[in-house]
């Protein structure tokens, strides 16, 4: 202030900042500080500052603009490089980073030489750094961002700091609200971990990592981490694993408030890398609209788990038989085999069998556990559509059924419904593969999965 008030005399101090007070209006909450605001209003007078503004800043002062500042935050995510043209058709690396202080959060861009800088690739979520000498510029939306290029560098720092950790930051994920941005949220993993095919807008044929956490209030919240697969994960998952998402947003999806990330987007989930084989016995095969071999099976503790063969290493198995096998991947109660796994055929001793693997009705409650049911049909199944809150209509089967220990509902949702539609009342049918949730008032009901099975006893 004092430098523009010795050329511009017949200002005074008041003046300047009512004027730094209209500029920070006239531009909008959250992008100018008041010494961006002065910088802006020298320029308008015609005056030009020579000394640089204060370069030391926090992400909550910088604004669009400013030029060589440098700046002490936490890494929150890294992303790949990546290699784009430019109109006149040269080549050009960018790489973008997400980084923290306090509670704000900013996009940082790396641009040609800077995407590579020597250990870029190694920083992790919560690791200190300096950024020296960048500059502000704004996205589509008029947002500040940070660019790195080439008089600016990206320095680790290893320097105490009042910034928050990462677990500092981290929120439950039941605590998300609709239209956040660049969250680190944990929970307990709730069922399995699966990466879906789709085509992107492009044409591509591109991934998506799916999955659902379980908040410390009960609820269920699904996450969808798009272009990533589950190559960064654990081989072994085990049921109930604790888990956190750095780096994540909010939106409402068809089924209630999702979080959606990228392949900047860290999962962090515990388990082990080392994988030791299995012994099951099959209780039940069909098979995926993809083709793939999925199997219901029990094994020596037991534990009933969902088997994915997507290479049709069982293919010459059946109900009854054992096997030993090396998974692939093992998530929570799902065990993916590939077209490398060890899969070989077992003599079953120790092994339950499908009857000793049922579960009575009065024993089956909500969990993550897979049941195998027999029961009579009290009521004739039913099939209806239903509504969804997107105007989306999905069938719906569901039938009454008892054995000796009590009644349950068993109910089918989209490609499941067809499986209910062969069978009447009166009859007694045997049913693999099945979960267990709360329904209406409180009573627990079956559902019926992509693996499980009916069939009629006679």
Known sequence: MSK???????????????????????????????????????????????????????????????????????IMNVYPA????????????????????????AKVKLWDEKANLPGIENLKPGDLVKIIKAYVKSDLKGNPIINVGSGSTVEPNNTESKIPSLDAITDD???????????????????????????NFKGERAKALQLRLKGKDGGIVRAVLW????????????????????GVGTKMGQMGLELHGDEGTVLEVEGAKEIAPVLARILSATKSDSGSRLL???Q???????IVDTSSLT??????DAVEIVPAKVYGNTITIEHDSPVKKSDGLGIPTLAESRTKIRDVKPSDGIYCIEAIILKSPQKREIQTKTGESVSLSETFV??????????????????????????????????????????TEVFLTAYSVITKKN
């Open 173 to 199: 994920v039941s605590n998300v609200k609709e239209n956040q941005q660049n969250l680190v949220v944990s929970g307990i993993l709730d069922g399995s971990i699966r990466t879906t095919e789709f085509t």
């Open 296 to 298: 219901v099976a029990v």
């Open 402 to 443: 008892e054995d000796d220990t009590g009644q349950i509902w068993v109910k089918g949702w989209r490609a499941q419904a067809r499986l209910l539609e062969q069978f009447t009342q009166g009859e007694i049918i045997s049913i693999t593969g099945v979960t267990a949730k709360p329904g209406l008032e409180g009573r």
């Open 227 to 246: 272009n990533k697969d589950e190559n960064s994960i654990p081989r072994v998952v085990s049921a109930g694993a604790k888990a956190r998402l750095i």
């Open 4 to 74: 523009l008030l010795e050329q511009k005399p017949e200002l005074s101090r008041k003046d300047l900042e009512e004027m730094i007070q209209r500029k920070k209006e006239k531009i909008g909450a959250g992008y100018l500080t008041d010494q961006g605001a002065l910088f802006l209003i020298a320029s308008d007078l015609g005056v030009s500052l020579s000394e640089p503004l204060k370069v030391e800043m926090s992400l909550k002062d910088i604004y669009v603009g400013a030029k060589e500042i440098t700046l002490e935050t936490r």
């Open 300 to 306: 020596q503790d037991k534990k009933i788990v969902n």
């Open 315 to 320: 293919s010459d198995l059946n109900s009854g």
């Open 82 to 105: 990546r290699q784009y043209s430019r109109k006149d058709g040269t080549q050009f690396l960018l790489r973008n980073m997400t980084v923290y202080d306090g509670n704000q959060r």
